[in-house]
């Protein structure tokens, strides 16, 4: 079973359309839950990430991570063409020897808003 | 600040050449990544730094690469010889030890013919 699942898509969407995002993962340990959003020819960026359970919000985006079910969900409100991208999923862990995070992507979502 | 910075932007080499990618990390960033993107198995970690010492280059798919960090500033990733699978993106990123997220460059688009 890999290690973090996501649907590559692609999703379409009219402007204005609710958008949403999963990914699965098999780690328990992870504990934190990133999101990247990667523009064509450009590198990913952090788009938002949370802390264990729960919700965060940040403007029209809104990140869910369900630990006991290992779903993490990206919801877009009010979505714009400028939303038009791959959206990645990266759960973290940290390490035992302490330092920096190794990541570990999902494939990543396209998805085009369309006006 | 600059960003993450790669050359070349694209690279285009036949099979069994040497070829080097190069990478500057954004000043003050202790840790740095490099990873390759395709479209069958997306984003893979091949290898990472940390104060320029390589801690896990498990992801390394086989001797033909290799990657240095001889100062802080600067990284390269070399596969010798090349090819034609070697083709993808090869992404470096860099970060701080105590914050959360990766800093990407551009990329190199990659083409082994």
């Known amino acids: 079973q890999k290690e973090v699942e996501q649907d590559p898509g692609p999703l379409s969407v009219p402007e204005g359309a609710i958008v949403s995002l999963n990914c699965t993962y098999s780690?328990?340990?992870?504990?934190?839950f990133m999101w990247y959003r990667q523009y064509s020819r450009k590198g990913p960026e952090l788009l938002m990430y949370t802390y264990s359970s729960g919700n965060k919000e940040d403007g029209r985006f809104t990140a869910q991570v369900d630990k006991s079910s290992k779903y993490i969900s990206l919801f877009i409100r009010d979505s714009q063409p400028s939303d038009s991208a791959t959206y990645l999923c990266a759960p973290l862990r940290t390490l035992a020897q302490g330092g920096s995070e190794k990541l570990v992507f999902g494939k990543g979502t396209k998805l085009t808003v369309n006006p | 600040d600059a960003g993450v910075i790669q050359s070349p932007r694209h690279e285009v080499t036949e099979m069994g050449q040497e070829v080097t990618l190069r990478c500057k990390p954004i000043s003050g960033h202790n840790s740095l990544f490099w990873y390759r993107q395709t479209m069958m198995r997306g984003l893979e970690l091949l290898i990472y730094f940390n104060n320029n010492v390589p801690i896990d280059d498990s992801g390394m798919p086989e001797d033909r690469f290799s990657a240095k960090m001889p100062n802080a500033s600067f990284s390269t990733l070399k596969i010798q010889p090349s090819e034609p699978r070697d083709s993808a993106v090869y992404f470096c990123a860099s970060t701080r030890g105590d914050s959360f997220g990766l800093f990407f460059g551009s990329g190199t688009q990659l083409s082994v013919l």
């Open positions: 780690n328990s340990a992870f504990q934190y």
